[in-house]
Structure formats: C-alpha cells, structure tokens
C-alpha cells in the first residue's frame, strides 16, 4: 500500500506571463525514487523549487504529510535534503566542515553526523578528501560533498537536481547506487534529470515533464503501454512531440531573498567565507 509524502495539487507557477507549469498534480509516495525527466524549460527546477517551498505555488498547494496530517512544505523544511543545480559550498572549509555546518543547522549532533557522513564518503570513495578544503576540488568532487551535506542530517525526502552533472562515469555510477541503496532503505528520492537512460537504471516511476505539463507518471513499463513503444526513448518522444518551448525565466532576485531568509537560522561564524 503506497503511503503518501508529498501532495501536489493542481498547481502552476507563472513568472509574470510566462507559465512555467500548469496544473500539475503529483502524489509522491514514501519508499520511493521518482525520476523527474524533461529537457531544458520543461519546468522541472521549477517544481523542485516548489516542493522545498523555496517557492510558492501561483496556484495550487503543495503538501508534506506525516502521519496523515498534513503541512505546507515551507515549514518542514529541515524534513528535506536538497541537491540544487549550484552545490554552494564555502570554500575555505573542508568538505566535513561544510556537510557540519548544514547538519548543526538542522540541529544534529555532530557524533552522528559525522558516522553518516563517513558512511556516505565510503560509499562514494571520497573518506580521505573530508578534511581536504573545498577550494580547489572539481565540479565532480564538489558535487559528491553536496549529495552527503543533503543526507547526513537524515531526510524523510531528498530532492536531486542533476545530480551527475559534471561527473564521469565512474563517479556517476557510484552516485546512482548510493541513491538506489537509499530507497532500497526506505528512503524517498525525487530525481531531477535530463537523461531518461539515467532515470530508467535507477528509479521505481517516471514522471515526464514538457513545457510545464505533466505528460506521463508511471513505470517504465506503464509509459510503454501507454505508448504502444518498445523502447523507453521512443515512448518519450511520442509524449512530449510538440515543440519544446525557450527555458523559462524565473525571478531570481526574489530566489535570493527567500534562501537568505532560509537559512537566516544559521550562526555567524562563517560571515565572510567565500562560497562557491
């Protein structure tokens, strides 16, 4: 029996006339890792950013369950680990010292903290680069050290924007059985990718993305009933023939102001360390 974690209902967002979604609703189940697939505009930053409430629906809501109650996203945030498209880490702190810093604004104890963070660097062959500072690693490492600071606090949902970006393929590998492994624990993954090859290795359902609609939710063997194909990617192309619209423009000034807010909570202990 699927037991629900996050309800979205009905919603768009529009950035002043551009719809960069339309009524979409999706219902997001514990135990699972949905793949998130479109290509660039089809609004899947977009809706990464609504279900972390970094955003607010223009119409529609967006809801966390916990034992059948429900909550707007915004106020359990500290429930999420997020993997955005910029790892945003400080680069004159090591890479344990960066994953800290997020997991003492969640409030965990460090002992804990750092068994978690050893167990994930193991898995990603990273155990000796966590008291290396950030400052010099490659846009692969950097994404490695960004994966374990959004689960060392211990997440009911992870929420993965391209998270094998920039990595190669050994590395891609090690991060995809790391997310497997943590929905074969129970964990809930949300994965946000371009490449449907990716989705298809590692997740339970698909959800399709294309210009800000919903165009299919289901298992790779659902979509291909659906279709009538054979094969996944010419199922995708069936659902998503019409012509793919310019990538939406989003406000990022108010962005801004609203991860400023969010992490506002934090110690000014590192005022003034770069970031990158």
Same mark, same amino acid.
């Given at each position: 029996?699927?037991? %629900?974690?996050?309800?979205?209902?009905?919603?768009?967002?529009?950035?002043?006339?551009?719809?960069?979604?339309?009524?979409?609703?999706?219902?997001?189940?514990?135990?699972?890792?949905?793949?998130?697939?479109g290509g660039n505009g089809?609004?899947?930053?977009? $809706? #990464?950013?609504? #279900?972390?409430?970094?955003?607010? %629906?223009?119409?529609?809501?967006?809801?966390?369950?916990?034992?059948?109650?429900?909550? %707007?996203?915004?106020?359990?945030?500290?429930? $999420?680990?997020?993997?955005?498209?910029?790892?945003?880490?400080?680069?004159?702190?090591?890479?344990?010292?960066?994953?800290?810093?997020?997991?003492?604004?969640?409030?965990?104890?460090?002992?804990?903290?750092?068994?978690?963070?050893?167990?994930?660097?193991?898995? $990603?062959?990273?155990?000796?680069?966590?008291?290396?500072?950030t400052r010099g690693f490659?846009?692969?490492?950097?994404?490695?050290?960004? #994966?374990?600071?959004?689960?060392?606090?211990?997440?009911?949902?992870?929420?993965?924007?391209?998270?094998?970006?920039?990595?190669?393929?050994?590395?891609?590998?090690?991060?995809?059985?790391?997310?497997?492994? $943590?929905?074969?624990?129970?964990?809930?993954?949300?994965?946000?990718?371009?490449?449907?090859?990716?989705?298809?290795?590692?997740?339970?359902?698909?959800?399709? #993305?294309?210009?800000?609609?919903?165009?299919?939710?289901?298992?790779?063997?659902?979509?291909?009933?659906?279709?009538?194909?054979?094969?996944?990617?010419?199922?995708?192309?069936?659902?998503t023939s019409d012509v793919?619209?310019?990538? %939406?423009?989003?406000?990022?000034?108010?962005?801004?102001?609203?991860?400023?807010?969010?992490?506002?909570?934090?110690?000014?202990?590192?005022?003034?360390?770069?970031?990158?």
């Open positions: 029996m699927n037991t %629900p974690l996050l309800v979205v209902d009905e919603v768009s967002k529009n950035f002043g006339d551009i719809d960069a979604l339309s009524h979409v609703s999706i219902e997001l189940n514990k135990g699972e890792i949905v793949g998130l697939v089809a609004g899947k930053t977009t $809706l #990464l950013r609504l #279900l972390c409430g970094v955003y607010r %629906p223009s119409q529609g809501t967006v809801r966390f369950v916990d034992d059948g109650k429900n909550h %707007p996203v915004d106020e359990v945030r500290g429930r $999420l680990g997020v993997v955005p498209e910029s790892t945003g880490l400080y680069s004159r702190l090591t890479a344990w010292e960066n994953i800290r810093y997020h997991t003492r604004i969640h409030g965990r104890d460090d002992k804990k903290s750092w068994a978690r963070t050893v167990r994930f660097a193991n898995a $990603l062959d990273i155990e000796n680069e966590l008291h290396r500072p490659s846009r692969g490492m950097r994404q490695k050290i960004a #994966l374990i600071r959004a689960i060392a606090h211990g997440p009911d949902l992870l929420l993965l924007d391209e998270p094998t970006a920039g990595l190669d393929v050994t590395s891609a590998r090690k991060v995809r059985d790391l997310v497997r492994q $943590l929905g074969d624990d129970g964990g809930t993954v949300i994965y946000s990718t371009h490449m449907l090859s990716e989705a298809q290795r590692i997740c339970d359902r698909i959800i399709i #993305l294309h210009n800000g609609t919903v165009r299919a939710d289901g298992s790779p063997d659902e979509l291909l009933e659906q279709t009538s194909m054979d094969d996944l990617e010419d199922a995708y192309i069936e659902l793919a619209r310019s990538e %939406p423009v989003e406000d990022v000034s108010k962005l801004s102001g609203i991860l400023t807010r969010i992490f506002s909570r934090s110690n000014n202990q590192f005022q003034g360390v770069e970031e990158e």
